[in-house]
């Protein structure tokens, strides 16, 4: 009897020091997490800085994740490109809404999507411009591009010569309105948000080529490892079931699309501002 006693206090025993040392190797898996350095740019109406902050949809989804993993928070701006290349060579780094291409995916850790959107060429409706397709588009003097996005990526490898790299993208509708760009690849929100901004008529801009319907995701640095993009993409998933995606949605009028949902696209290929 003794000797079964001794036998199950020993097993008591060591149950409980391997239920320590898993807490222990959890609470180690949560501080790695939390030390994630996040970075983003100024580009609403997905992530951008108003008179209370950094906000937006995109931005509204990573602080709610943060928050449930117990990090502070704190998301860095930088223009596009520097946030890329910090993220392209330094462990532990991430960056936000960054579209998710073929191109890309092999170049970082997706977690994701936080936000779901269309694209399109525009051009100023009364244009003299005839285009009906990317040739017509090859054409032009000016594309207006995010510089170091994914649409300047896909354009040039696509053999066009006409790109405008626009460093500060939250004035793009105004160089075409002013005639300094010619078309102009943005998203439908993007449009929607600079059209209030800077009050012009919705029925003055139009939607010429459409580039498609894209996913946008925290990307990862790929140095990071598994187990704190995991912890990440766990939480993603917690919002996703609870409501809170899509409330952030209804906030914005975004599309909150999850994972695996189907996105019809019918497009020649795939382009996005970033």
Known sequence: MRRIVVIVAFAVVILWS???????????????????????EDFAPFNYMSDTGLTGAGTDVVREMAARLGHDGKFEVLPWKRALQIVDNEPGTAVFSMVRTSER??????????????????????????????????KVAAIGVQAGGAAERMLREQGFKNLAALYTPGNALQLLASDRIDLWEASD??????????????????????????????????????????????????????????????????????????????????????
């Open 189 to 274: 929100l993007v449009l929607e948000h600079q059209r209030r901004k800077f009050g012009i008529d919705r029925s003055e801009v139009e939607p010429v080529i459409g580039l498609g319907i894209y996913e946008l995701y925290l990307a990862f640095s790929l140095q990071t490892p598994d187990f704190i993009v995991d912890q990440w993409r766990m939480v993603l998933n917690d919002l996703r079931s609870d409501g809170t995606f899509a409330e952030i949605g209804r906030k914005y009028g975004v599309s909150m699309l999850h994972e695996g949902a189907e996105v019809p696209s019918g497009e020649e290929f795939n382009l996005m501002t970033r």
């Open 105 to 138: 995916e092999d170049e970082y850790k997706w977690v994701g999507p936080i936000i779901v959107t269309r694209g399109w060429l525009y051009k100023m409706t009364d244009s003299n411009l005839e285009i009906r397709d990317l040739s017509d588009a090859r």
């Open 18 to 40: 391997h239920g320590m040392v898993a807490a222990a190797q959890t609470g180690d898996m949560l501080a790695a997490a939390r030390s994630i350095k996040i970075y983003t």
